[in-house]
């Protein structure tokens, strides 16, 4: 018997919309959405965490990064990882 991963997940199984970003950057396995304020990222962070809850469940690989984490750039602007 095999046995759908989403199955045992108890939290929602559907993907997350993000807010709509300024800048996008893609790399391999994530990319990076630039928004000009912290509560859009904020925003944007939470549904990184749970798609990437999601893809993992999938058997998708992150590397080293981290989907959610968000980092405020120089220029004043936040940049999210993205699954």
């Not at 108890?10 to 993907?15: E, Q």
């Amino acid at each position: 018997m095999v046995v759908n991963p989403k199955d045992l997940f108890y939290g929602d199984v559907s993907y997350m919309h993000y807010p709509k970003p300024v800048k996008e950057h893609y790399g391999c396995k994530v990319g990076w959405y630039v928004y000009d304020n912290q509560t859009l990222a904020q925003q944007a962070s939470r549904a990184a965490k749970h798609n990437a809850e999601l893809r993992a469940m999938e058997g998708f690989d992150f590397g080293y990064m981290s989907p959610g984490q968000i980092t405020k750039e120089d220029d004043g602007t936040f940049t999210v990882v993205v699954p």
